[in-house]
């Protein structure tokens, strides 16, 4: 795109387009479009059907000269999302080609006081870790995050986590920018909300032996809250790389404990002090197998929509989210 630094090798371009009215987004964005037709460049959208209708309608007929993708199942588990745009980066390099992204994130949060998760600032991890996991590819994203929809404080991360802004000035460096092994490391820092007082399942692990076992009762745990065959396959397989990680790389014994709130499945795996995992693992794909859970974490990143992780002094915990409707929806890659 047109104003933006050449993405070369580790070079890459992360920039953040914060919209606070549709005519930021014509004054921001489209004019910076209309440069990249003009100089023959390739765009790939992927956003809302309002940004798309804003874009469309300020460019006509050009508008088709750009490339627009389909967000209806992207963002459907946070980690696949992350690792398909990944794998469509690295496919377009191996090809020869550069291409610049402009993505909205489909991940508003649930305005329930009570809910398990949220996702935006989970999001944000996979914004931090991107960074690496992108940087040789020879494209640049540019993310596109609502300050009406988000508030305050989510959106001043949001402008830490990428080392550039679209302004009105165009594309800028960030000054404040925090880089992607500090990002994620104050996060596994920080403490996971309470386990429930009264769970589903709780489970003591000390030999991988009673690996099968688990998989049969998280099977059946899955299966009466009314997920489908594949949908428990993801469940269990998830789990049990995680389960798996705790036993081979943590301390004895592996504690697993599962519950569920509303029609999403949660599960918690605590091992009690061996090594800890490194923050980035499992954000880089699957070869990365001599890191520590690196790829069972990976796996698991896959399979649940989002997961969180502790590392403190005296244990390591890894939190898995599926809810019904993410874990059904089987994204495309």
Not at 61 to 81: I, K
Not at 122 to 131: I, R
Request: proline share 5%.
């Amino acid at each position: 795109m047109t104003g933006h630094p050449s993405p070369v090798g580790r070079d890459f371009v992360h920039s953040a387009l914060i919209v606070d009215s549709d005519d930021t987004l014509r004054s921001r964005l489209v004019p910076a479009l209309r440069r990249s037709i003009e100089a023959h460049e390739r765009v790939h959208l992927l956003v809302g059907a309002h940004v798309e209708r804003v874009v469309r309608d300020a460019l006509g007929a050009l508008a088709d000269r750009l490339e627009w993708g389909e967000r209806a199942t992207f963002y459907a588990r946070l980690g696949f999302a992350y690792e398909r745009l990944r794998r469509y980066l690295a496919a377009q390099h191996a090809a020869g080609s550069s291409v610049h992204v402009i993505t909205e994130p489909d991940v508003s949060a649930d305005p329930a006081p009570d809910a398990p998760v949220d996702r935006a600032t989970a999001h944000l991890s996979y914004e931090s870790a991107c960074d690496d996991a992108y940087a040789d590819y020879g494209c640049a994203v540019t993310c596109l995050w609502d300050s009406r929809r988000h508030p305050t404080v989510l959106i001043e991360r949001v402008r830490d986590l990428h080392n550039h802004e679209l302004t009105g000035k165009g594309c800028e460096p960030n000054s404040g920018y925090v880089a992607s092994t500090d990002y994620l490391r104050a996060r596994s820092e920080i403490p996971l909300e309470a386990v429930p007082p009264v769970v589903d399942l709780d489970v003591g692990l000390v030999d991988l032996d009673q690996l099968t076992q688990l998989r049969s009762a998280l099977r059946s745990w899955a299966g009466a809250r009314s997920f489908d065959a594949d949908a428990t396959g993801d469940v269990v397989v998830a789990v049990t790389e995680v389960a798996t990680n705790g036993l081979v790389h943590g301390a004895l014994p592996v504690r697993l404990r599962s519950w569920h709130h509303g029609d999403m499945l949660i599960v918690q795996v605590d091992d009690s002090g061996g090594r800890r995992i490194p923050p980035a693992a499992g954000f880089h794909q699957a070869g990365s197998a001599d890191r520590v859970g690196g790829r069972g974490l990976w796996l698991a990143r896959q399979l649940a929509d989002v997961v969180t992780m502790h590392c403190g002094e005296s244990s390591t915990s890894v939190r898995l989210h599926f809810p019904y409707a993410g874990t059904h929806g089987l994204p495309m890659g």
